[in-house]
């Protein structure tokens, strides 16, 4: 039962707080002018039906009071012509309808009492709502000027609804264009050290790898033609050092040198520079040069040539 209850009152604070979250002053303010207007529109029928009413009762007494009369006339000619039996006859009937006419007078008199009671109820509930309508008035144009001051201020804070969303969508507006921008830098630099270069076709690691191999060899290949022309121009070199008789240049010892490669390589203006050492040449005796005698130096004594 404790546990119905408290279900109960969470439900009626929930919907108190739901409606009270619905509810409008002005709305419920011109709500409760409506009631009132038409609480007077009844209290004016009521008095209108009460006077109507007592207007009805007012016919009926004079009705009654005519008749009163016109049977007291026809009592007195009864009696004028010695018809005492038709004056008693119509002495009765005017009891009778004074009788009513009495009644009628009360009844009249309680409807003209509760008649003033409407009117002046009447005119107290119309100066209330008069009264009520400029407090509806001055509320509603008080609550109108507020609730424009709130959302002027809300506005100008930034923490009204509307605003809010504008914000929030500035906010993710300036998030993308970052992201943006961040991946637009990094694909340039991607780009600039060449890692998307082949962005575009399908990349062939081994097509890659033959490529690689094949500069590689080019390059050993270059390297022994290099080799070989260096050990061909070494002995030219040699022979262009030696006299017109054949015979070589005696005291003078070959020494080692830089050989250099004038032989263009692929089409470019590179000159290959190799520094290579230039061995002695051999004499018909195997002897190296160095130990054979100069034809310039005279032989000594005791020496043969």
Known sequence: MGVMKRVSLV?????????????????????????????????????????????????????????????????????GMNREDLA???????????????????????????????????????????????RKETIKATYTAAEAQTRINEAFSGISEEMGDVGMAIQRAEDKTAQMQARAGAIDELMASGALDDLGGRRDDIQSELDQISAGSDVENELRRLRGEIA?????????????????????????????????QSGQAQQAQQTQYAPPAPSAAGLPVSDLPNANEQPQDGEGL
């Not at 604070?13 to 002018?33: F, G, H, V």
């Not at 009521?46 to 009805?56: E, F, L, Q, W």
């Not at 119309?126 to 009264?131: H, R, S």
């Not at 070589?248 to 263009?264: E, H, L, R």
């Open 232 to 264: 061909a121009s070494a002995p030219k070199q040699l022979e262009g050092g030696a006299n017109g008789d054949g015979q070589p240049n005696g005291g003078s010892q070959v020494q080692s040198g830089q050989v250099q490669s004038g032989q263009a």
């Open 88 to 134: 008693r006859e119509a002495l009765i009937r005017k009891s009778s309808a004074q009788s009513q006419l009495n009644d009628l007078q009360a009844q009249y008199a309680q409807l003209q009492a509760e008649e003033e009671k409407l009117t002046v109820a009447s005119q107290r509930l119309q100066a209330k709502v008069d009264a009520f309508r400029t």
């Open 11 to 79: 439900f009626k604070a929930k919907a108190n707080k739901a409606l009270d979250k619905m509810e409008d002053p002005r709305e419920t303010l011109d709500y409760s002018y409506q009631r009132q207007l038409e609480l007077l529109t009844k209290v004016r029928r009521g008095v209108a039906d009460v006077a109507t009413s007592r207007k009805r009762v007012e016919l009926q007494m004079n009705q009654l009071q005519q008749s009163a009369n016109k049977l007291d006339d026809q009592a007195r000619k009864a009696l």
